[in-house]
Structure formats: C-alpha cells, structure tokens
C-alpha cells in the first residue's frame, strides 16, 4: 500500500468523505440547521478534498508506472512505462507545492467567512472618516475577489464617517487572505475639516475573526443576559419606535454585541450572537494559542487591535507595512481595492516563516 504524503491533509480528506456520507443521510437532510452546518463544512474543505484526491491519484500511478518500468522485461512495456512517467512527472512538484501551501496556511483556508470590524481610533471625526475610508477600500477588494458581505452593525458620525462598522465576508479563501488585517491603521493627511492645509495623524482599528459556526462555539442560554431597546438612526436621528436593538451580555466573558442594524429583533438576535461566538472563539485561541502568538508577534505581529500594523500617508501616496518593512506608493490605487500587493508578501512571508518552522502551525 502507497505510504499517504501530508496526513494532517489526509485526515481533512477523511472529514470531507464523512460529511458527504452524512449529507446523505435522511435524519440529517431532515434536521436543516444541522444541514446547513455541515454543508458549510463540507464548502469550507472542498478545496484541501479535491487536491488531496487528485494528489493520491497521481501518486499511485506514478508508482504503477515506476513499478511497471521496474518489472518489464520487454522493450515496448518498458517504452509504455516511461512515457507514463514522463507525462505524470511534471504535474507531480507543483500539486506536492500546492498542498504544502495547505499545510503552512494551517486552518485559515477552510474558513471562508469572516467577521470584519473597523472602529475610529483616536482622531475624532477624522477617524471616523479614516475609518469610512477603510470600510469602502476592504468592500471594494471583497467585490473584485467576487466574495459576499453582509454588514451587521454601522454607527455613523455626524460628518458621514464611521464610528464602527461590523461586517461579515464569505466566499472562498477570504478568511485566508484577510487574515494579518486585524490591528491599527494610522492615517497621515489633510483631514476634510482643515482649513490651514495642515497634515494630521489619526488612527482606526480593525479586527478579523472567523466566524464561528453552532459546532465551534456552544453557547447556553444560561449564561447570555439579553436586553431590547428602541435603535436610534444614523447620527442619533430617526429613532425607532419599537424596541428592536439587542444588546447580549455574554456573563461568563463579559463580552458584549449589540445590534440594531435590523428593523427586527429576532433578526438583530441572531446577527449578535453570530458575532458573540466569533468573539468568543478569538478569545478562546487566543488564550488557548499564547506560545504561537508569542511567536507571531516577532514575525506577522500579534493581530492585536492595538498594534500599529500600517501607515497610510496620503501626501506622499505612500503606505507603509510595519511588521514586513513594505512600502508602495501606490496608496490612491490601494484605497480603491488593490489589496494583493499588500496581502501577497505577508502571506508569502508567513509561509516562509512557518516553512522554517517558526510559528506552529494554526489549528
């Protein structure tokens, strides 16, 4: 029997065969919350599945053709054999580099969704600003990606800024690349409200979380305190009339979500406590993983919200990566989306980290 390459990819392969068998099963298919769950998980391990399966094809007739090769006792067998080889060999290195990609990116390309909040820092309304502009460039690279985003919860200031935005992002590989996003982003420019032409200095923060789903995260009823009341609109305007804004204390953590972003309460329900249990499971990694985040905070940094991670100069088109020593000027066509070349060298840099061994691996 062919000794297996990759077992931690091998024991995802085994996960996905088992998710198909259960999507077949009609206790399952009757149960739709449970169905949807799984069918999620099954989405999020497609890719790893199918390269894997590709990969043990290969495999096998690459060492039935070397087997065959080995054993010929003929001039045409042997002619047959090597011409197999010969077409099998090429597509070998890059599939066996591709699953080593899979290996380094640990959990982060299973996870397709995500949960994306950004919050004016210090700056006053210019943060707010900053931070609107932070909103429309990470929706606009979530449209050139062909991703989906939903947003769950806006605050605005009274200049049209944004005090906080909280939005979810689905589609393939998007919790992967967005990873190294969380942090704070200072902003160097000419704010709207000055009239002496004078550069400023402010700041917003932005937080990345995979969204959990019911099976990452229980939570019991037991230990959520919930409160209604009335949402008010936009700048405090427009109050609403019934009380469909919810606030979810989570007791034992202290976390709190609140959402008002819907006109009904179930519906505001339930979008917090999707957002509670992302919460909750970025606290429950990061307590759990302290030795890996010791060791990212030497290399991609921390992924806390705190830690400056880039500089946006406006007056001189510049934006400055800190925890890789990137610099571009090309922070205009940057704002309007044009993340890659900011997101490829830190992945390409993580990699190469974990290649060598330097962060473990994510789980």
């Known amino acids: 029997m062919t000794t ?121 309304d210019e943060a707010a600003l900053f931070a609107r502009d932070l909103y429309e460039m990470y929706t606009r690279y979530v449209d050139l990606q062909g991703w989906k985003y939903e947003v769950m919860e806006l605050t605005t200031s009274e200049l049209g800024g944004l005090k906080e935005v909280v939005i979810t992002i689905t589609g393939s590989g998007a919790y992967h690349r967005l990873q190294f996003e969380s942090g704070g982003h200072r902003v160097q420019r000419v704010p709207e409200t000055e ?35 009335r949402a008010g609109g936009p700048g405090g305007q427009k109050v609403n009339k019934t009380e469909s804004a919810v606030r979810i204390t989570h007791i034992p953590s202290g976390l709190v979500v609140r959402i008002q972003d819907e006109k ?3 519906k ?27 060791q990212r905070r030497t290399l ?26 990137l610099t571009v000027y090309k922070l205009d066509q940057i704002m309007q989306g044009n993340l890659d070349e900011l997101i490829n060298p830190i992945l390409a840099f993580d990699r190469e980290e974990r290649l060598k061994g330097n962060v473990a691996p994510s789980t």
Do not use: C
């Open 300 to 325: 991609v940094g921390s992924g806390d919200r705190s830690e400056r991670i880039r500089t946006y100069n406006f007056p001189q088109n510049r934006l400055t990566d800190h925890r890789i020593g």
């Open 4 to 124: 297996r390459m990759f077992p931690t990819l091998q024991a995802k392969l085994a996960r996905f065969e088992e998710l198909e068998a259960q999507l077949q099963d009609p206790e399952v298919l009757a149960d739709v919350s449970k169905m949807l769950e799984i069918q999620r998980e099954h989405g999020g391990l497609s890719k790893i599945a199918s390269t894997v399966r590709e990969f043990n094809t290969l495999q096998d007739d690459l060492l039935a053709a070397e087997t065959m090769l080995a054993e010929a006792t003929d001039d045409e067998t042997k002619e047959i054999a090597q011409a197999e080889i010969d077409e099998l060999k090429p597509r070998f290195e890059p599939l066996k580099t591709e699953l080593e990609d899979m290996v380094t990116a640990g959990d982060s390309l299973t996870r397709g969704s995500l949960i994306m909040e950004i919050r004016a820092g210090t700056g006053g």
């Open 264 to 266: 009904s309460q179930h």
């Open 195 to 229: 009239t002496q032409g004078r550069v400023h200095t402010s700041a917003a923060t932005v937080a990345v979380m995979a969204e959990a789903s019911e099976i990452d995260v229980e939570i019991r009823d037991e230990d959520l305190r919930i409160d209604t009341m």
């Open 268 to 294: 505001n329900k339930a979008k917090a406590l999707r957002v509670l249990r992302s919460r909750l499971m970025e606290l429950r990694e990061s307590q759990a993983h302290a030795v890996r985040a010791e």
